[in-house]
């Protein structure tokens, strides 16, 4: 079975351009979650979906950032505008709340902001 | 306090010795912990989950849980170099079951 699919898998950009990563989640998970990962902040989670539905936007850090998921096998982050200290990579997980909660992450999205 | 600690490292083993990586975590309601694997440039990798109290055990690797002392551990026997990595500690602290909160991870360098 194909894991967690992520694109594209390096964006490099000039500040201020729009910026949009998508990822595919395991088929039959229903929950989805975005991951940013960076040296000094370590792993953090923005954003969770449930059955398509965005549970917990806690960690999003601005408004700048908004996620959706239109459909359970597509899900998409978009940074607008985007400034340099969005630098990091961005991870996308999913997991299948029938079976606990263990999470399997995709290879990522890293993103180089100009 | 950060809801989940650990030593960031780099902890050096001789190869064929037993690695041990700690973490520590702030909510007592915790339910569900995972040891998580990331080679540099890659993406964490699941290699242990643990949900009660005791030792859990899948092949070289064994995950420990002390929930009274918030307390879960990786040990790792017969470290190999092919171990190397970083080791993230994850814990569900608070907002439901499926949220996970990460450390920042223990850098673990097995020398040949």
């Known amino acids: 079975d194909a894991g967690v699919i992520q694109s594209p898998r390096h964006e490099v950009t000039e500040m201020g351009q729009e910026v949009t990563l998508r990822c595919k989640p395991i088929?039959?998970?229903?929950?989805l979650f975005w991951y940013r990962q960076t040296m000094m902040r370590g792993l953090e989670l923005l954003i969770y979906f449930n059955n398509n539905v965005p549970i917990d936007d806690s960690g999003m850090p601005e408004d700048r950032f908004s996620a959706k998921m239109p459909n359970a096998s597509f899900s998409t982050l978009k940074i607008q505008p985007s400034e340099p200290r969005d630098s990091a990579v961005y991870f996308c997980?999913?997991?299948?709340?029938?079976?606990?909660?263990?999470?399997?992450f995709g290879p990522g999205t890293r993103l180089t902001v100009l | 306090q950060k809801e989940v600690e650990q030593n960031s490292g780099p902890l050096s083993v001789p190869e064929g010795a037993i690695a041990s990586l700690n973490c520590t975590y702030s909510?007592?309601?915790?339910?569900?912990f995972f040891w998580y694997r990331q080679y540099s440039g890659k993406s964490p990798e699941l290699i242990m989950s643990?949900?009660?109290?005791g030792d859990k055990e899948d092949g070289r690797f064994t995950a420990q849980l002390n929930k009274a002392s918030q307390y879960v551990s990786l040990l790792i026997r017969d470290s190999q170099p092919s171990d190397s990595a970083t080791y993230l500690c994850?814990?569900?602290?608070?907002?439901?079951?499926?949220?996970?909160?990460f450390g920042t991870g223990t850098k673990l360098q097995v020398i040949p």
């Open positions: 909510d007592r309601g915790s339910q569900s």
């Open positions: 994850a814990v569900n602290i608070e907002g439901g079951y499926q949220k996970v909160t």
């Open positions: 997980a999913s997991s299948f709340g029938g079976a606990g909660n263990e999470q399997f």
């Open positions: 088929s039959g998970h229903d929950y």
């Open positions: 643990i949900y009660s109290n």
